[in-house]
C-alpha cells in the first residue's frame, strides 16, 4: 500500500497516494454489510432497463426513516430525457412500488425535455425534485428553473404549483433563455430555495449568471426574496471589469439564513476560469459583509482553484468549499478550503487554508470532489471521482475521503493511506471509464454515496445508476457497532 508522501511536496499542498486496492470489507470507510442487492455496501438501481438507453443520478435525500430517494435524469420512449427518482430502502433495496416499477419518470407540465440535479424533502417524506425543463418547440424553446413535488408513491403531487411543478425563470417565455436550475436546499420554515445558471443565448457574447429564487410551501415564488423574487449575482463582473460566465453547482443554508452559492465564473472567452462562491443574507440581498462585495473569487492558494462543486457548513459556521484545481501541470485534482462567515479563507485549516488531494502523481488526471457532507464532529467527507493511472487505459474510480476538522486527512478511513477508492463492479473487466460519485449523506453509522458506473459489456451499453453505503465510526462488516 502507498504511504502518504509528507515531504515530497512544498508543505502548502496534501497528498494522497492510492494503489487499485481490492474491493473493502468491513472497518472505518469500507463497504457496509447489512446493505446493497448487488454485493456488501453495494446496490445497482433499475432504471427501467432494457427501455433507457442513458440514465445520471445526480443527487440524493435521505428521509427520517434511513430510506432515500435518488434522483436525476434518464431517456426512454423517445430520445430526450426525463426527469426520474428512485426511492431505495434504507438497506439498499429499490421500492419497486415507488413510481412505475421502482422509477418515477416524468416530465414538468408543457415541457417536451427535462432533468432533474436536486433533491430535497420535506418534513412530511415528500420529496421536491428541482432542474431544467424545456418549453417550447426544439431548436426554438426555452429552459426554465422547474420545481415538482412527487408524493411517498412516486406520483406528482398535483396540489403543488401548477399540476404538480412550479416553473420559473428569469425571463419566462423569451425563445432562447436558458435558466438551468442546478442547485436546492430548503429552509426551516420548509421554503425552497432553487439556484442555478441564467443565460440568454441572443447576447453577442453568450454569459450564465448565478440565479436564485424561493418558493413557499406550495411552489409559489416568494416575491420578498431578492428582488421580486429574483436574485442574481453580477458582481463577477464587476470585478472583472469584462464579461464573464457563471455556472453554480451548490447551495448551502446556514443557521442563520445565510445562503452561500458555489461554482465557477471565467471569462466569456474561456481563457480564464476561478472558483466563485457568493453569499446572500436571509432575504436574497448580497451580503455585503462577504468577501468582495458579496463573492469570493481570488484565493491565496498554491494552484488554480477551478471550480467550487460542493459545500457544506460545520458547527460553528464555517463552510467547506470542496471542487476541483489545476495543480502542476494539466493534472485536475480534488481540493477543499474552509471560509469563515466573511469569507475569509482560514489559514488554520490544511496548510494555510486549502487542502489539496492527490491520488496520483502523474498526469492525466481528472479527479473532481463532487460531493461533501460534515459528520456530527466536523469531520468532512469528500466523494467524488480519481483517475486510476495505475489501470491500463487509466479510467475513473468512485473515489472518497475524510478529514479531520482542521483540514488534515483521516487517517482511519478505509486504506489508511489512500482513502476509499474502488470500482463497483466485482468484475472489473467490464467497467467502463466515468465512474463518479455524485451525491454523499450520512445514515444513522453510515456513509450512503449515490452516483453512475458505466459498463462497456452490456449489449445494451446503458448508463447506471448505483448506490454505496460506506462503514464509519467504526462499524464492523455485519454492521454491528462494537462494544
Avoid: W
Amino acid at each position: 500500500m502507498a504511504r502518504l508522501a509528507r515531504n515530497s511536496l512544498p508543505a502548502v499542498v496534501g497528498l494522497l497516494l492510492a494503489v487499485a486496492p481490492a474491493p473493502f470489507v468491513g472497518g472505518d470507510g469500507h463497504y457496509a454489510g447489512g446493505f446493497g442487492s448487488y454485493a456488501s455496501g453495494r446496490t445497482l438501481l433499475n432504471f427501467g432497463e432494457p427501455d433507457p438507453q442513458s440514465a445520471d443520478a445526480n443527487a440524493m435525500t435521505v428521509l427520517a426513516d434511513g430510506s432515500f430517494v435518488v434522483a436525476g435524469s434518464r431517456t426512454g420512449g423517445t430520445s430526450f430525457f426525463h426527469m426520474a427518482a428512485a426511492h431505495v430502502g434504507a438497506t439498499g433495496t429499490q421500492d419497486l412500488a415507488y413510481g412505475v416499477g421502482g422509477v418515477a419518470t416524468f416530465d414538468p407540465p408543457g415541457s417536451y425535455l427535462s432533468g432533474a440535479n436536486a433533491v430535497v424533502h420535506q418534513s412530511d417524506g415528500k420529496t421536491l425534485l428541482v432542474g431544467t425543463a424545456n418549453y417550447g418547440t426544439l431548436g426554438n424553446g426555452n429552459g426554465d428553473f422547474s420545481a415538482c413535488r412527487l408524493s411517498t408513491s412516486g406520483t406528482l403531487d398535483t396540489t403543488y404549483g401548477v399540476d404538480g411543478c412550479s416553473r420559473q425563470g428569469f425571463d419566462i417565455g423569451t425563445p432562447n433563455d436558458y435558466d438551468e436550475a442546478l442547485a436546492a436546499a430548503i429552509d426551516d420554515t420548509g421554503r425552497l430555495v432553487v439556484a442555478g445558471s441564467v443565460m440568454n443565448d441572443a447576447d453577442d457574447v453568450e454569459r450564465s449568471k448565478f440565479g436564485i429564487v424561493r418558493l413557499d410551501a406550495g411552489g409559489t415564488l416568494d416575491t420578498s426574496f431578492g428582488d421580486n423574487g429574483h436574485a442574481l449575482i453580477l458582481r463577477f463582473d464587476e470585478i472583472a471589469g469584462a464579461a464573464t460566465t457563471e455556472r453554480v453547482h451548490a447551495i448551502a443554508i446556514a443557521a442563520d439564513g445565510r445562503i452561500v452559492i458555489g461554482g465557477t465564473s471565467r471569462r466569456s472567452d474561456m481563457s480564464t476560469a476561478h472558483f466563485a462562491v457568493a453569499q446572500l443574507d436571509a432575504d436574497g440581498m448580497p451580503d455585503a459583509g462577504f468577501g468582495d462585495g458579496g463573492v469570493v473569487q481570488e484565493l491565496p492558494v498554491p494552484a488554480s482553484f477551478l471550480d467550487a462543486r460542493a459545500l457544506a457548513f460545520q458547527s460553528n459556521g464555517d463552510v467547506i468549499v470542496g471542487g476541483t484545481t489545476q495543480y502542476s501541470g494539466q493534472s485536475v485534482h480534488m481540493a477543499a478550503i474552509r471560509l469563515d462567515p466573511q469569507g475569509v479563507v482560514d489559514a488554520t485549516f490544511g496548510s494555510n487554508g486549502f487542502r489539496l488531494i492527490r491520488y496520483f502523481l502523474d498526469p492525466p488526471n481528472r479527479d473532481s470532489c463532487n460531493a461533501i457532507a460534515v459528520q456530527a464532529d466536523d469531520r468532512i467527507l469528500l466523494a467524488g471521482t480519481v483517475t486510476d493511472i495505475a489501470q491500463v487505459p487509466a479510467r475513473q474510480k468512485l473515489a472518497m475521503t475524510r478529514l479531520l476538522p482542521d483540514g488534515a486527512f483521516d487517517t482511519s478511513f478505509g486504506n489508511a493511506d489512500s482513502g476509499f477508492l474502488d470500482d463497483f463492479y466485482l468484475d472489473s473487466s467490464g467497467s467502463n471509464d466515468g465512474h463518479a460519485l455524485a451525491a454523499v449523506a450520512l445514515q444513522g453509522t453510515r456513509i450512503l454515496a449515490i452516483g453512475n458506473a458505466p459498463r462497456n459489456d452490456e449489449v445494451d451499453g446503458h448508463d447506471r445508476y448505483i448506490a454505496i453505503a460506506l462503514t464509519r465510526e467504526r462499524i464492523f462488516a455485519d454492521g454491528f457497532e462494537p462494544q
